[in-house]
């Protein structure tokens, strides 16, 4: 019992720990973002746009395919379940709303987390085993500024420009069981979708987007920047950052689920 | 005139004393070579000399300047003052030669992109890598990626240049141009320059002073003749590379030393 609660006890103190320095990251970024470019000490354009570019441009085929095939999936399972209630018509509008509020935002994320989250702190993590991270400080060169903030901003970019995507090609996978296997019309089966969704759809989809940006460039880069143990070390904090991503996405969708439903 | 000057620096991990009262000086222009066995404190004290790590007692002077009690932004200027090769180069593999060694000219001064480009041709060339510019890091050999590293080490022309093992992993011959490079450095041009190694035939031939690390201490400081003469036992065991029990001290018998080296105390 006794070594049972030393065990929860050095989890929470390790996890403060983590949060602190997580955070720490954090408001260095934010003034790496917003206040240093006035100082005179910009983010370099070049690497923010090399990374929009990585986890922007590099993202789109496998979130769109994501989200095709599960617009689909969706489409099947609520016409079967509407089609015992003679309203298979509504399943456009729920296919529209599930993707804007939720089904977008959430599977972008998850993609993004699993490709790009990976790739962050595996790069990071191996330039810190090489010492490059070291020998960035010593060169008076901070390594937020030129590691952490072009990612979040790229992140902060690219992740709702890839939800929309997510939206929309998970309403076309909709659009194909509708037009097809319902036989709707497809100007009515867009009447239906665009009937149902409201403007607060999209824009809690795409607040949550922004939240699980900053979460994904976050968990990626502090789990580089902590790597130890050489090799063996990028791959513990790969996996590491990938399951912490994901669990945190699912933890934020549900707190953010809950505002939303509330206000 | 000193450069650099440690001053009782003290550091414990763990319960276990990597640094126990060190103190050096080197004065402008030398070459300081660091030496001592795996597990000495001797990289230790390099982070702390290049303020990566905090001592828990003790002072480290840089130019006159204090530097274990300065803040990160007052760090960083003293950091322009120095230069730093790292064991493996470090140097910046998503970047090209050229970009790698512009990083600080770009970073720290308002020079015209023209005049960079050519200072860093001219780094290049001094470190025998004229024509080397557009080569990514991974397309060189190990010699060529530190040499590559020393240019960018110099390229804010540092009064002190700290070396980490320049001479690991590279073969004889290749060790030898490094040791050339250093030494070429701190004689035509003036640079201060502090080596960690372990590789007795590299640090004899660069060395204009030597400290020997055991256990956190310094034991043996001294020109390479001293440093050759020294009655400490440890010392000369050091030097032969040997592991014959007699050469070492009574109390630090090559097992006891084995076993510090094993279990870490």
Not at chain 2, 5 to 33: A, P
Not at chain 2, 183 to 206: C, N, P, Q, Y
Not at chain 2, 207 to 219: E, N, S, Y
């Amino acid at each position: 019992m006794k070594e049972f609660a030393g065990k929860i006890g050095r989890s929470t103190i390790s996890l403060i720990k983590h949060t602190g320095s997580m955070w720490r990251i954090f408001i260095e970024a934010l003034y790496w973002i917003f206040i240093a470019p006035f100082r005179g000490h910009p983010c370099k354009m070049k690497y923010v746009v090399a990374q929009m570019n990585l986890i922007g441009i590099g993202s789109v085929p496998i979130v769109a395919l994501v989200n095709f095939f599960f617009g689909i999936t969706l489409a099947m399972l609520t016409s079967y379940q509407l089609k015992q209630v003679g309203s298979q018509e509504l399943m456009a509008g729920l296919v529209g709303v599930s993707f804007t509020r939720e089904l977008g935002p959430f599977l972008a994320a998850i993609v993004v987390a699993s490709r790009v989250g990976a790739a962050i702190t595996a790069e990071i993590g191996t330039m810190a085993v090489s010492e490059e991270i070291d020998a960035l400080e010593t060169m008076a060169l901070k390594p937020i500024r030129f590691l952490v903030a072009p990612r979040l901003i790229a992140l902060l970019i690219m992740l709702p420009c890839l939800t929309v995507v997510a939206n929309v090609v998970g309403m076309m996978g909709g659009y194909i069981i509708g037009r097809f296997n319902l036989h709707i019309d497809s100007s009515f089966y867009i009447k239906l979708t665009f009937d149902y969704l409201v403007f607060k759809d999209i824009w809690t989809g795409l607040i949550k987007s922004v939240a699980f940006a900053v979460m994904i460039a976050l968990i990626g880069c502090y789990q580089g920047l902590t790597v130890r143990g050489g090799a063996a070390g990028v791959g513990i904090s790969t996996t590491q950052s990938v399951v912490q991503s994901i669990i945190f996405i699912i933890i934020i969708d549900c707190l953010f689920n809950a505002w939303f439903y509330f206000i | 005139m000193s450069i650099l000057e440690v001053k009782n620096v003290q550091k414990v991990f763990d319960g276990r004393k990597v640094l126990d009262g060190v103190n050096l000086s080197v004065g402008k222009g030398e070459t300081m070579v660091i030496m001592g066995g795996s597990g000495c404190g001797k990289s230790t004290l390099l982070k702390i000399m290049i303020g990566q790590l905090k001592p828990d007692a003790g002072e480290v002077f840089i130019d006159g300047e204090e530097i274990v009690r300065l803040r990160d932004a007052e760090m960083d200027k003293v950091r322009l003052k120095f230069g730093m090769l790292y064991q493996g180069g470090a140097l910046l593999n998503s970047l090209t030669l050229a970009q790698n060694v512009a990083l600080p000219l770009t970073e720290h001064t308002r020079l015209d992109r023209k005049i960079i480009d050519i200072m860093v041709k001219m780094k290049l060339a001094q470190v025998g890598l004229a024509g080397f510019e557009k080569k990514m890091p991974s397309e060189l050999s190990g010699g060529m990626k530190k040499r590559a590293a020393l240019a960018r080490a110099i390229a804010l022309d540092p009064s002190i240049v700290f070396y980490d093992e320049p001479g690991a992993g590279l073969d004889p011959i290749v060790a030898a141009v490094i040791d050339r490079l250093i030494m070429d450095l701190s004689k035509k041009l003036g640079m201060t320059s502090i080596v960690v190694t372990h590789e007795m035939k590299s640090a004899f031939r660069i060395a204009d002073k030597m400290a020997v690390l055991f256990k956190g201490r310094v034991i043996a400081y001294g020109t390479p003749e001293e440093i050759k003469k020294s009655d400490n036992p440890y010392v000369q065991q050091f030097i032969d590379g040997s592991l014959e029990a007699a050469s070492v001290s009574a109390k630090d018998s090559t097992e006891e030393y084995i076993k510090s080296l094993v279990e870490g105390n």
